[in-house]
């Protein structure tokens, strides 16, 4: 089936029909965002199975596999919960189920993602002190420790892991360190970290990890989940914000039950899908995953160098998930990333919120290979000449093609 519009999609491909001229383009698509990202053929056929009853036994078989494989990616022996909804439902739900009106929070703050942790804490009432950084820097360690110096009566604090929006990656080690030797509760969101970078969540001491199916677990969206620590559960247990959809209590009872399930209708094909992208994961094993972000992202970094662009939050090893690049002066990125889109098919992110046309956002992390790589900066070099730009074609390439050599080890 042929779409007379400019641009129909076909699965994959797009197909471009220029009507009166007789010309048909097809212009296959390339997926190349920090999320959603692309989904493994295994993944898709996995999810595309009939549909089972939720309250079944084959159901609770599949759940509890799930939350094993969770359990494995998270690197936790805490509770998991999962929830229908996007990352962004994980992250209210600890807001919700953690604090009552009026509790003091710490929050601290680089990026987009981390104004979503204030927007939330804002919607229940919490009283919220910030420590915000400018966009692209990481959270100072330091500053946390001077803030949980200062007062002790704070139940939470909330940071990201991999600032999405910028491309940063928080120290979440060193982090957690200072937390443990305070009451708050440390509640991190690795809605597009987890699965890219080590987050030893039992190992570090994290009391609530958030993250969503459809980044590094490359997984269609739709789930949610959240790891909960006892002392998690116990300031849970005095919180009185409201919560039905996505309260912890009823997850955790209906996960308790002899027939484990969710307690609302889960989308049970995403579920599915995720069984297989799980044991895909652990087949690879979560330190091999984690090189090949490593290698990925380095070679990503350094195509972005070759090309003469700026690194917009520095040139740090810790970047497993997105590389962000300052568009060059005169250009402006939502021009690159529509021209990538629509001449190339090749779909990267752009800037988000005040940083909406100053930079782009390549992502790698869930099911990248170097190819896909290499991809992404060979169209981002010829967008960039076309819009005048004076780069050497296949210097970006290059570059990334020397990291894949040395490295060999994705
Ligand atoms: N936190 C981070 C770090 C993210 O990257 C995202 C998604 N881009 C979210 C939260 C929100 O997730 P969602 O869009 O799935 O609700």
Redesign the pocket.
Known sequence: MVSHSDEGTIGDLVVSVREGKGRVSVLKRYLLT???TPVPDEVLLAGARGIMHHRSPEYSELFLRVVGGLKYVFQTSNDILIFS???????ESAVANLLSPGDPVLIASC???GE?WQKICATYGADATVLEYEWGRTVDPDDIERALAERDDYVALFV??????TGAVNDIETIAEIVRSHPAVLVV?????LGATDLETDGWGVDVV?S????ALMTP?GL?FCSVSPAAWALCEKAINPSFYLSWKLARAALALADPQMPWTPPVSIMLALDKALEMIEDEGLERVFVRHRILAKATREAVKALGLELFAGDDPAQS??TSAVVPEGIDGRQVTRIMRVTYGVTIAGGQGRLDGKIVRLGHCGYFGPFDIITAVAALEMTLRQLGFDCQLGAGVSAAQRVFMEERGW
């Open positions: 920090p999320g959603p909804g996007s990352g962004t439902a994980s992250m990026g987009n993602f979503r990201t892991q991999s600032e999405t929006s969101d690795a809605v597009s970290s958030c969503g199916s459809q980044k969206p949610a998930s997105v």
